[in-house]
């Protein structure tokens, strides 16, 4: 079994459960994920099964969009809510939704972002949060990220008084919602914590199609799992070609396969045709079985240099 599984986190599991609970209903020992949910965090974490596994760095570029809260007028030490928190001096009731606004304005392109002391960040190997639950300073540098949109979408009162802004924003690699949140609170020079969060979507995955643990199991125990386990095809918009036995008996051999440019079928929403060090997705008898770079030779044709083999299976 190759391909990927749209699962919908629940609140309260760790990501590295879910990936052995996936592990345990489908029967399958090659199982991953390309990037972490927070335990309090819910939301849609895409799971790798089989050969699958090997794309995990494909999904570094993907654009990822989360739906958080961030309840003013509180500070805390992982800058969420399941931290130690305290209330601030500040009176942050005469903060108005126009003054969110603009400050989230402030967030959006590339911007310097220090990531929070309890993170899975590593130093010399150990996690920062496990350096930070010892009483150990953790001094992160600001690194780069972006942030493609940042936007205000309700403001209200919470039930302990505190206003409460929800946010959406839709960002890249290596970026922190509850540094978003905690830049914000300093800002406006009152405090806040994230309360909430859920990832809402990650590149072509999104969160109302989405499956839970539950759901999953029931269709595996059901031999229903056709859509729900979906295909590397669907996911990654590469170029595909179609192998004749011949060729991808040469592929699995080592042996250097060249073949027809005219015969690399583009996605429709592709806007270069243009095949030079292009990841080519093989095909063989229908199915995905490897990703190879297109070397063109200037005569219409082009070597399939190898990338990664997704098997058989």
Known sequence: MTGIINLYKEKGMTSHTCVAKVRK???????GHPGTLDPEA???LPIMVGGATRCSDLFLDMRKVYRAEATLGLKSDTQDIWGNVEKTAANASKITSEEVEKVLGGFKGTVLQVPPAYSALKKDGVPYYKLARRGEEVH?????????????ISFKTG?????????EVCCGRGTYIRTI?????ESLGCGAVMSKLERTSYGNFHA?????LEKLEAAAQGGNLQGIVRPIRDLFDFPRLELTSKEQTFYMQG???????????????????????VRILL???????????????????????????????
């Open 181 to 185: 949140i905690n830049d914000l609170g």
């Open 208 to 212: 109302v199609n989405a499956v839970t």
């Open 42 to 44: 819910t939301g849609v």
């Open 283 to 313: 095909f063989f008898e229908g199915r995905e079985f490897a990703l190879s770079t297109a070397v063109p030779d200037g005569a219409g044709r082009c070597a399939l240099k190898p990338e990664r083999y997704f098997g058989t299976d």
């Open 140 to 152: 992160a540098e600001a690194r780069p990220v972006s942030i493609y949109s940042c936007e205000l």
């Open 159 to 167: 039930e302990d008084g505190l206003p409460v802004a929800e946010i």
């Open 255 to 277: 042996r250097t396969v060249t073949a027809d440019s005219g015969r690399i079928e583009f996605p429709e929403n592709c806007e270069n045709s243009d095949i030079a060090n």
């Open 25 to 31: 209903i489908l029967n399958i020992k090659k199982t």
